[in-house]
Each structure stands twice: as structure tokens, then as C-alpha cells.
């Protein structure tokens, strides 16, 4: 699977790819893309890069997750990409905000492998 994980933490970035790669035995078919922020990622994603999974933090410099949401899915080729928000914004209000701008599920922080995996899971039942 091909990953893309946004946040402005390299631990937490890290410490997602670790509990992924646990999950999926360190599959080598895996690949991993990182972004410090929404502005970043754009960057990347216009290279048309193929992602199957987005993993975005809300809360970040220069362009935060909702703003990058929204961007992504006015692109054809990202319009249908599963992504998963990955934050501290744990108010009910904060949750209907980001689905509305197009996330497809949403868990809050501390980091919970099993959680995420879970996630990844009812996007990807045969992962």
C-alpha cells in the first residue's frame, strides 16, 4: 500500500509508520510518503504521486488539514483517496467540520496503532 502521512511532528509521523509497518509485517510493497503540513503535501501530491491511504493531522503550519482537505478534493485524482484525520481536535463539531470538507473517517491523538489499523482496515478489508 502506498501511505501518505501529513503532520508537523516527525515523532508522530514516525511513530505511525512504525505502528503501520507492525501491522503489515513490513510488507515491501509498502511505501511511505511524509509532509510536515497541508502546503508540503501539495507540493508532493502535484508530482501525482499514487496514494491509497492519507493520514493528516488538523493542526499545522502554513496550511492545516482542513484547508489541505478541501484542496485535495477539488483534484480529480485525489477526489476518491481514503483519508483518515489523524488530530487532537476531539470536539463533535471539529469531527462533522472535516467530514463535511471530505475526510473519510477521523480518530483523535494519543497515537493508538490498533485504532489506526482498525481504520485502515474498514477502508482496506484485505490488507
Not at 510518503?33 to 502535484?46: H, Q, R
Not at 470536539?91 to 467540520?97: E, F, G, I, P
Not at 470538507?101 to 474498514?122: F, H, R, S
Request: charge should be negative; aromatic fraction near 8%.
Amino acid at each position: 500500500m502506498k501511505f501518505f502521512i501529513i503532520d508537523d511532528s516527525p515523532v508522530t509521523r514516525e511513530i505511525i509508520i512504525k505502528e503501520i509497518s507492525k501491522k503489515r509485517s513490513s510488507n515491501p510493497d509498502d511505501s511511505f510518503t511524509e509532509a510536515n503540513d497541508g502546503m508540503e503535501a501539495l507540493t508532493i501530491i502535484k508530482s501525482s504521486i499514487d496514494i491509497d491511504i492519507i493520514l493528516c493531522d488538523w493542526n499545522m503550519p502554513n496550511m492545516n488539514g482542513i484547508d489541505f482537505v478541501k484542496v485535495l478534493r477539488k483534484l480529480d485524482k485525489y477526489k476518491e483517496t481514503k483519508l483518515l484525520m489523524v488530530t487532537t481536535e476531539s470536539d463533535r463539531k471539529n469531527v462533522l467540520m472535516a467530514i463535511a470538507a471530505g475526510v473519510n473517517d477521523y480518530i483523535t491523538k494519543p497515537i493508538d496503532g490498533d485504532k489506526i489499523w482498525l481504520k485502515i482496515k474498514n477502508f482496506f478489508p484485505e490488507a
